[in-house]
C-alpha cells in the first residue's frame, strides 16, 4: 500500500524548520464543524472523569506497589512527596469516554474503559522502559532507575491485573466484550514490542515493517480506547470495529507525528534530546522511508547509518553531526513522507467514522480530537 | 491462629531423614474411599486434556516469543530442538479438569480454565525467575539466562494476555467470571511476590507473614485451579468459593512439604541441590517457625542467621555448615512444626469439600489428589 504511493526520494526536501507541527487540510464543511469542538475542554472531561478512578484502582495494590506506581503516574516525586503531575495528553481517556456516547451513553459509562486502558498503557511503559533501558520519561527518571527493575517488573505485571479486575467486576456482559478487546490490543503491544526489540539487531527495516510494528505499538491501543466506551454502553461489533478503525488509524497518524518529533521536535516542547530518535538509533518512519528512497542523499545516509552502527565512538557524537543525518533523511525525503503519511492515516481515521451511526456532535469531537493528534508539538 | 498452637520449640526433635515426605493420618474411612482413585491416572488426564490447548495457545504468539515460550514450557531446548519434557506434576490441570465434573459437566468443560491457569503460573515463572536472579528452574536453565532479560518479560506478559484471551473469547458469561476469578488470584500471586521480594531485605519475618505469602503465591492460584471449570461448567458463586477454599488450604499443605523438601529434600528426587533453600537464604516456614520457637537451639539459629546476613563468604559455606543450621532447625522444632502445618492444612482441605454437594466419585479425586500433594518426594 505504502509502496505503491512511489519512493519517498521523488519528493522534494522539504523547508520546515525545528518543532513544526504537520498541518492538515481537511475539507470546508470539516473545518467549519470542528470550530464548534473545545478540544481542551474535551480532554479535561476525559481526565477529570477518569482520573480519581484511576486513582482509587492503583491504591488498591499493595505496599510498596501502590507507592511505586504514584511514582510511575508522576503523582508523587521519589521522595514520596505528592506532587502536581502533568498528567500527560490524556487523549485516551477522552476518546474512552467519547464512545460511550456514540451509543447515546453517559461518557461515565467510558470511565473503566478508560481507566483499563490507561492501565495497560501504563503497564506497557513500566516493561518497555525496563526492557529498552530507558532512563527518562516525561522529565524524570523512570521507574527501573528509581526503584530497581524487580519493582519495574512487579507494578507493571499488577497494573495489567488491575485493568482486567476493574473492568470483570462490573460483571456484565458487555465488560466481558470490553475486557476481551483490551486483551487482543494488549496481545498486539507486546507483539509490537517484540517487533522493536528484533527490528534493533537488524540493519534494514522495511516501510512496512515499520507500520506494523507503530500499528502494533500504538494503533491498537488507541483503537480500544477509541471504541470501549460504546462497547461498555451496548455498541454492537460493527460499530466498535468501525470505532477500532478510526483509533487505529489515528494511532499510525500520532505515531508519525511522534516519529517527526523524535528527530526535528523541538526540546523545550517534547521534553527530550535534541535528535531524540537518531541518538538512539530508532528506525523510525522518516529513517525508513529515506533508507527506502533512491538517489544520492539515501545512498550517502544508508552508508552513514550502517558506520554508526559499528562505531565506538556513537555516544560522542556532535550536535553537527546528528544534523547532519537529519538533513539527509530530510533531502531524501523521509520527513515529507511520514508529514504525508500522517495526513493520508487521519483521513482514513476520520472516514471510519462514516459506517457508524451517531450524533453530529459527538463525530465532530472524534474529528476535533484526530486534529488536535495530529497537529501538535509535543 | 498459627500462635494459638504454641511455639515451635515445645515439640520434640523429629527424627525423619534426608528426602522423607509427610505422611497424613486419615480416619479409616476416608483412606478406604481413596483406594478407588488411581491419582496417575487422573494427572495424566488432566495432562492430556489441557496440554494439546495450551500448545495451540502458545504457537498463537508471534516469533521469537513462541520458541521462547515452548523453550520456557520444555517442549524444545535452547537449540531449538524437540524435547521430551517432564512436563511437571501437572496438579493444576488435573484439579481444573476435575471441578468442571463438581457440576455434571464433561471434565473438557474444564480445559479453557485449566490452560489459562497454567498461562498464569507460567507468566508469574517467567518474571519470577528473573526478579530473583534465578538461572535454574526444573534442571534447565531459566529463560532469563538462555534469551535474556528482555525476553523474559516479554513472554511473561504474553503469556498473562494470552491466558484472558482463552478464557474471554469463550464469549460467555461463565467465562467472564472466570476470567475475574483468575484475574483475583493473579493479583494476589503479584502481592506474594512483592511480599517474597520485600521479606528477604528484613532480618525477621513472622510465621504469619510467611504464611501469608505463600498463600498469596501458591494457595490463590492452586484455589483458582480447583475451582476454575466449576465456575465455567456453571457453579455458583457459594459452590466455586468452597471449591477456592480447598485449593488454597491445599496450596498451603503443598507449600508447607515444598518448604520441607526445600531443606532436606533429596537433590536426586527435587533437582535441587542439597539445603537448596538455605543457600539462598530463604525464611521459609521451617526457619521462622524454628526462630519463634524458644530454648538454645532457636537462640543460636538466630545468631548463626544474623551472622550470615553480613557474611561475604556465605558462598564458599561447606556442606557441614548448612547441615549444623538444618539441625537446629530442626532441634528448634522447625520440622515438625512445618509437617504439622501441612497436615493441618491438608485437613482444611478437605473438609472444605463438605460444603459441596458433587458425586461421591469426584469427591473422592479431589481428596485423593490432596494426599498426593502431601505425599510426596519431589
Redesign the interface.
Given at each position: 500500500m505504502i509502496g505503491e504511493r512511489g519512493a519517498a526520494g521523488s519528493r522534494t526536501p522539504g523547508t520546515a524548520t525545528r518543532g513544526e507541527t504537520v498541518p492538515t487540510v481537511p475539507p470546508a464543511e470539516t473545518a467549519a464543524r470542528r470550530t464548534a469542538v473545545d478540544v481542551t475542554a474535551l480532554l479535561e472531561r476525559g481526565r477529570t472523569l477518569a482520573t480519581p478512578v484511576l486513582r482509587t484502582a492503583v491504591d488498591r495494590l499493595?505496599p510498596?506497589?501502590d507507592t511505586v506506581a504514584a511514582y510511575h503516574f508522576g503523582w508523587i516525586d521519589a521522595q514520596g512527596n505528592p506532587t502536581a503531575g502533568d498528567g500527560g495528553k490524556a487523549v485516551r481517556p477522552a476518546l474512552a469516554v467519547l464512545s460511550a456516547e456514540v451509543t447515546g451513553a453517559a461518557p461515565e459509562t467510558g470511565v473503566p474503559g478508560a481507566v483499563a486502558v490507561e492501565l495497560v498503557h501504563n503497564?506497557s511503559l513500566l516493561?518497555d522502559d525496563?526492557?529498552d533501558g530507558d532512563e527518562q520519561r516525561r522529565h524524570r527518571d523512570t521507574v527501573w532507575k528509581v526503584h530497581g527493575?524487580?519493582q519495574a517488573?512487579?507494578v507493571?505485571?499488577?497494573l495489567?491485573?488491575?485493568a482486567?479486575?476493574v473492568l470483570?467486576?462490573l460483571?456484565t456482559?458487555e465488560?466481558?466484550?470490553a475486557?476481551?478487546r483490551l486483551?487482543?490490543a494488549?496481545?498486539a503491544l507486546?507483539?509490537g514490542?517484540?517487533?522493536d526489540?528484533?527490528y534493533e539487531h537488524r540493519d534494514r527495516v522495511s516501510v512496512e515493517e515499520c507500520l506494523e510494528m507503530e500499528g502494533n505499538k500504538t494503533g491498537a491501543l488507541l483503537a480500544c480506547a477509541s471504541s470501549i466506551g460504546a462497547v461498555l454502553g451496548g455498541a454492537d461489533d460493527a460499530t466498535a470495529d468501525a470505532l477500532e478503525k478510526y483509533g487505529y488509524h489515528l494511532g499510525l497518524a500520532f505515531q508519525a507525528v511522534d516519529d517527526l518529533l523524535g528527530i526535528w521536535g523541538d526540546p523545550e516542547a517534547t521534553g527530550k534530546q535534541t535528535w531524540s530518535d537518531l541518538r538512539q538509533r530508532k528506525k523510525s518512519l522518516p529513517v525508513v522511508a529515506a533508507l527506502a528512497a533512491e538517489g544520492p542523499a539515501a545512498a550517502r545516509l544508508g552508508e552513514l547509518l550502517a558506520a554508526d552502527a559499528k562505531s565506538s565512538d556513537f555516544e560522542n557524537f556532535s550536535e553537527e553531526e546528528f544534523a547532519a543525518r537529519a538533513r539527509l533523511i530530510e533531502e531524501a525525503g523521509g520527513r515529507d513522507w511520514t508529514a504525508e503519511e500522517a495526513r493520508r492515516q487521519h483521513t482514513i481515521a476520520i472516514e471510519a467514522l462514516d459506517a457508524v451511526d451517531m450524533p453530529e456532535q459527538v463525530r465532530a469531537r472524534f474529528t476535533a480530537l484526530a486534529d488536535f493528534v495530529v497537529v501538535r508539538k509535543r
Open positions: 499493595a510498596p506497589m503497564f516493561h525496563l526492557m527493575p524487580a517488573i512487579l507493571g505485571d499488577a495489567f491485573a488491575l482486567n479486575e470483570l467486576e460483571g456482559v465488560a466481558g466484550r475486557a476481551r486483551t487482543t494488549t496481545r507486546i507483539d514490542q517484540a517487533q526489540i528484533s
